[in-house]
């Protein structure tokens, strides 16, 4: 199985300044048949589902912010949120779909400094 | 829009079943993969299981296998979960999910219903 390892597990930020987050693969989830990477960040609030928020890698999902982005290839990926607003409270997580079983980063926790 | 609700959820004891229910609108549901999710308290998520959108194809998380069968009934919009033999470690908030494909991602989910096994 493919694992995922986020980090860190936390991090509090001021409003207004960036917020990053890494996702490191066991496996490459890149594709050269296509050229892209199976790798999507899930954004969860408390008490609701995950929503995805960008896909590829680094494809924003539509109605997405731009302070969101996501960057990487191979084994190796960020989550970067430019500008953190109170809205972004929340729990991100990377997925990788290249393979079966789909598996999950184990989550990191941003908050507010 | 798509809309995808959970049911079925309940308080169970070990060794004990329950089926999980998901009902579906707002989408083509015959055209599409569905998957079930898992999230125990406080922790992150697990995917347990998809099927194709003919319900030909259905594959387990070893976690789940031979305890765990999942179905469908496309005249219905309905996506189902048997769960047999649980044990505290199902203890979790089960999601259903659109799924794009063995190769894709998870892009609707539902709320989730909560199963909890305990005596």
């Known amino acids: 199985d493919i694992v995922l390892t986020q980090s860190p597990d936390s991090l509090a930020v001021s409003l207004g300044e960036r917020a990053t987050i890494s996702c490191k693969s066991s496996q490459s989830v890149f594709h050269s048949s296509n050229n892209k990477n199976y790798l999507v960040w899930y954004q969860q609030k408390p008490g609701q589902p995950p929503k995805v928020l960008i896909s590829?890698?680094?494809t924003r999902n539509s109605g997405v912010p731009d302070r969101f982005s996501g960057s990487g290839s191979g084994t190796d990926f960020t989550l970067t949120i430019s500008s953190l607003e109170a809205e972004d409270v929340a729990i991100y997580y990377c997925?990788?779909?290249?393979?079966?079983?789909?598996?999950f980063g184990q989550g990191t926790k941003v908050e507010i400094k | 829009q798509v809309q995808l609700v959970e049911s079925g959820g309940a308080l169970v004891k070990p060794g004990g079943s329950l089926r999980l229910s998901c009902a579906a609108s707002?989408?083509?549901?015959?055209?599409?993969?569905m998957s079930w999710i898992r999230q125990a308290p406080g922790k992150g998520l697990e995917w347990i299981s998809y099927?194709?959108?003919?319900?030909?194809?259905?594959i387990y998380a070893d976690s789940v296998k031979g305890r765990f069968t999942v179905s469908r009934d496309n005249a219905n919009d309905s996506f189902f979960l048997q769960m047999n033999s649980l044990s505290g470690d199902d203890t979790a908030v089960y999601y259903c999910?659109?799924?794009?494909?063995?190769?894709?991602?998870?892009?609707?989910w539902g709320q989730g219903t909560p199963v909890t096994v305990s005596s």
């Open positions: 999910a659109r799924d794009r494909g063995p190769r894709g991602w998870f892009d609707y």
């Open positions: 590829w890698a680094s």
């Open positions: 707002g989408f083509s549901f015959s055209d599409y993969y």
């Open positions: 099927i194709s959108s003919t319900g030909t194809t259905k």
């Open positions: 997925h990788q779909y290249y393979t079966t079983p789909r598996t």
